[in-house]
């Protein structure tokens, strides 16, 4: 049933004349007879009376009416709740960011967007990325912001890549391994105690199968909690450097010279699921994260 008809037949009803009516739903007479005449065809009942001049509602027609006018009224809300959500007046997201995405861009990201949305709803997760890709595949995020390279089974999910990110080794200056001359080895880690965010299982197999079967003792995906360990203890932290840069005591943190057995580089990007319209909230965050680690490239700090 076409609802075009139903807004030939109130415009009748609220005008009282073909004349008018026809007027305001930009139809001409005939047409507009011919749609109402379909109408209650359809129906199987006459809506309009039509004596001494005058365009009376059958005793049919009120409960229509009413319906109809329910309907034309649902139909203008669901209009303004599609205007809002495309000018991310109202509308719901849900972002898991990864340890390091969160350390240094969820902070200025959402910032942007309750300045510039603040009737958005935004639901953050915070994790390391491959329980985030879990809860991408339940549809319980929308987006998130990590590292592929904790899972393998990708082919469902669409990948942006963002700038890559150094890995740094650090440790505080009175770490007996900072004042130590030249460089150092990975097996002079053994036996200390060291900390790093949830690394990729295929990082870890590297890093153990040369002889550190313990690494790392504390994990946390909070990077100022490492940090401060580092600098605090004789914690020796596997972190980005940009977090280093950020957050770290310049005067208490040294990076050590160490080679590693893998890509010294941390590999930040956007996920969703492939095929997933994203709406504007998303393409919103794809822009803002993407301007954030675009920013921190051009100041130098990424490789």
Known sequence: ???RKFAHFLAVVE???????????HLSQPALS?????????????LLDRA??????TAYSKPIVD?????????????ESVRRIKGLEEGEIGIGFGPFAAVTALGPVMRDMVSRYPKLRVRIEIANSGLLLELLKQDRLDLVVGDSRYQTELENVAIIKLPKQLIAVVA????ELARRPGRLSLADLKDRSTGSPTLPGELLQMIRGQGLAEF?????????????????????????????DDLGDRDALVALRM?????RYAHPCIMHTKGRTLGPAGNLLIELVSERFGAVRAKGRLG
């Not at 001494?52 to 509602?57: A, E, F, M």
């Open 259 to 263: 080679p590693m057995p893998f890509d």
């Open 172 to 175: 505080s200056r009175d770490n």
């Open 52 to 57: 001494y001049g005058r365009i009376v509602p």
């Open 216 to 244: 790392p003792t504390v994990t946390c995906d909070d990077m100022r909690v490492l940090l401060e360990l580092a600098e605090n203890t004789q914690l020796i932290a596997l972190v980005p450097q940009l977090v280093v």
């Open 1 to 3: 049933m076409n609802l």
């Open 15 to 25: 005008n009282r004349s073909f004349r008018k009516a026809s007027e305001a739903v």
């Open 34 to 46: 011919r749609s109402l005449k379909s109408l209650e065809d359809e129906l199987g009942i006459p």
């Open 67 to 79: 319906h109809i006018r329910r309907m034309t009224a649902e139909a203008r809300a669901l209009e």
